[in-house]
């Protein structure tokens, strides 16, 4: 999400999901420590968009409009959630350029602020969701609005690791080669 230098906190919002997201190898101890914000942040859910996407009605004057933007925060939720290849570092441009203009340039039109964070689900576990969270800067350091919970700190062991697969299709039309999106649920 983040440009090399770029200072941005990653979280989730269960245990389970943080180890799944640090993916440790088998044996391997990992910690994992519990958070609280310390004030009310702006956050933007991109896991809630297809629940969006239903509340329209085909019937509103700017449904075509509304869907389009929908579609197209789905897509970028979708891009979000991938899990890093190493090597290929460079296809995550979109999404850090998205995740810097969300810090640093978009401002609600009515509060006139910008986002303090993202939502998005995880790539390594079917329903968790990731946090981040865009630093503030003070005397050119990082700070985020959150606290360590007393007592929070455990460690795990990890014991076991899962993998679901599912057979992708592509369609071709001639010319280009393209995945069948239409067996995804977004």
Not at 3 to 8: K, L
Not at 44 to 51: A, E, I
Not at 57 to 71: G, I, M, R, V
Not at 119 to 125: D, E, L, N
Request: proline share 4%.
């Amino acid at each position: 999400m983040s440009a090399d230098g770029i200072s941005i906190f990653y979280g989730a919002t269960d245990k389970d999901t943080c180890l799944a997201e640090l993916r440790p190898a088998i044996g391997q101890q990992s910690a994992v420590i519990a958070l609280q914000t310390t004030e009310a942040l702006r956050i933007l859910d991109f896991t809630r968009m297809s629940k969006a996407y239903r509340a329209l009605s085909f019937f509103q004057p700017d449904f075509d409009e509304q869907a389009e933007k929908l579609s197209f925060l789905r897509i970028l939720g979708m891009l979000i959630s991938r899990p890093v290849t190493p090597g290929k570092e460079r296809e995550y441009l979109i999404t850090q350029t998205m995740m810097e203009y969300l810090a640093h340039v978009y401002r609600d039109p009515v509060e006139r602020k910008s986002f303090d964070g993202v939502v998005f689900q995880s790539a390594q576990r079917r329903d968790g969701r990731n946090v981040v969270l865009f630093p503030r800067m003070e005397k050119d350091q990082p700070i985020f609005p959150i606290n360590y919970v007393a007592d929070s700190l455990t460690i795990h062991s990890t014991e076991t690791i899962a993998y679901e697969h599912r057979e992708v299709h592509y369609l071709f039309d001639g010319d280009t080669v393209r995945v069948d999106w239409s067996e995804f649920d977004f």
